[in-house]
């Protein structure tokens, strides 16, 4: 087996895991690397969505069988993500490459920046349902729409809002990731419909594998892992990894 492979299991199950305690980052951490490495935004944001289809969903039974699942705030975000998911990735295939690789990783630099951000200032205070009300639609348009143009962002975008309003940290990730399974599915069926990546197998393949081996690990993470030191660390190595990659495409 390449080691190269294993490098892709090794991704997928790390990405895996930060995703499925903090509720956010897969998509967004596995998909700077791959760009980092060379792969085109298109194919890398493809890649990434296909092997979270699987991942999505068990990671989204696995919350939904401990309880984590608000289904009133799901409704909500469903309908819209998908909608968002899909133009965002007919945008994305519609670009050549080299054009959006760099803003495609400014992207990334920024979403670095807000997990960063948000593990010092996330501060739960209780209000009214307003996470449940319109706005929540438009906040799940916006998080499919960014997820498929940068290979991430569905749970930065979405989950850090949510519990800055209030919502409650397990209920929110256990909603998002059920939600996301979704989301990535439509997006997965667009990249099939306007893309052909039959090239880049290995790289679904290997995280996928990696993925879906961490996702019933993941959720038991979520109720125990600090969060807080866990998100720190990934938007660091966003963030470096996003700079490392503007680097080598601006050089």
Not at 8 to 27: H, K, R, S
Not at 133 to 142: E, M
Request: net charge positive; charged share 10%; hydrophobic share 50%.
């Amino acid at each position: 087996m390449e080691l190269t492979f294993l490098l892709y299991v090794l991704v997928g199950f790390v990405a895996q895991l930060i995703d499925g305690a903090l509720g956010m980052a897969y998509g967004v951490s596995s998909n700077t690397f791959l760009l980092s490495i060379g792969i085109p935004p298109a194919a890398a944001s493809a890649s990434v969505h296909m092997a979270e289809v699987a991942t999505t969903g068990i990671s989204g039974f696995s919350h939904w069988k401990l309880g984590n699942v608000d289904w009133k705030l799901v409704r909500r975000l469903l309908i819209p993500g998908v909608i968002g998911g899909v133009i965002g990735a007919y945008v994305l295939t519609s670009i050549d490459g080299n054009i959006i690789k760099p803003y495609i990783a400014v992207y990334l630099l920024i979403m670095g920046g807000v997990i960063l951000y948000k593990s010092f200032t996330l501060n739960p205070k209780k209000k009214k349902d307003e996470y449940h009300g319109p706005r929540v639609s438009w906040l799940g348009l916006a998080g499919g729409f960014c997820d498929a143009i940068g290979g991430g962002g569905w749970g930065p975008v979405v989950t850090s809002t949510l519990v800055a309003r209030g919502k409650h940290p397990r209920m929110t990730i256990g909603s998002v990731n059920f939600s996301e399974f979704f989301v990535t599915l439509a997006e997965s069926v667009t990249f099939v419909i306007t893309l052909s990546f039959s090239q880049y197998w290995q790289v679904i393949v290997g995280l996928l594998i990696g993925g879906a081996i961490a996702a019933p690990i993941a959720a038991k993470l979520a109720q125990k892992i600090p969060v807080k030191g866990l998100m720190i660390f990934v938007g660091i190595l966003i963030i470096v990894l996003s700079i490392r990659t503007l680097y080598l495409v601006m050089k």
